[in-house]
């Protein structure tokens, strides 16, 4: 079974663990890190920066095996009615098993009834098509736009998919 509780910074060697490749690593934080690989130093100093801030939220996903996921929550707005998931990765020994999914539907429970959002936002990429089909599992709905994101990487234009969840 799958619990969340806040991110220690002693998980950071784990979760950095996971990324196999830049690819990888481009998929999970876009332009967020500048260079690859990332170090469990990197991570923690990129935190501790948003350490004092009561709009920006890390968690760790555990069972009894251990630490088996990671994402944050940030609030967009001043008033604290939408929330943007990210950074969320699952370890890679663990995808495909619902790990994800069950990390995510606690994420969602707790902006819902606890932070008492109204909405939750995130983005894919749409070359990243096990998170965006993840995401959907959970209810997460595909946001019509008319324009989107695009984040150029390698060379090429990933474009961002902005994915939503409403309170029912």
Known sequence: M????????????????????????????????EKYPIT??????????????????????????????????????????????????VDDKKRGKGYGKQMLELAVKYAFDILKVEKITLGVFENNEPAYRCYKSVGFREIEADEHEYYHIFGEDWKCIELEITRN
Not at 46 to 73: K, L
């Open 40 to 89: 469990a130093e990197d991570m923690n100093e990129h935190y501790n920066m948003t350490a004092y801030s009561d709009s920006f939220f890390t968690w760790t996903a555990f069972d009894e095996s251990g630490v088996v996921g990671h994402m944050i929550m940030r609030f967009t707005d001043e008033e604290k009615k939408t929330l943007r998931f990210g950074f969320v990765i």
């Open 2 to 33: 799958v619990r969340l509780r806040p991110y220690k910074q002693c998980d950071a060697q784990t979760i950095v663990s996971w990324i196999g490749d830049e690819t990888a690593f481009r998929k999970w934080c876009a332009d967020r890190f």
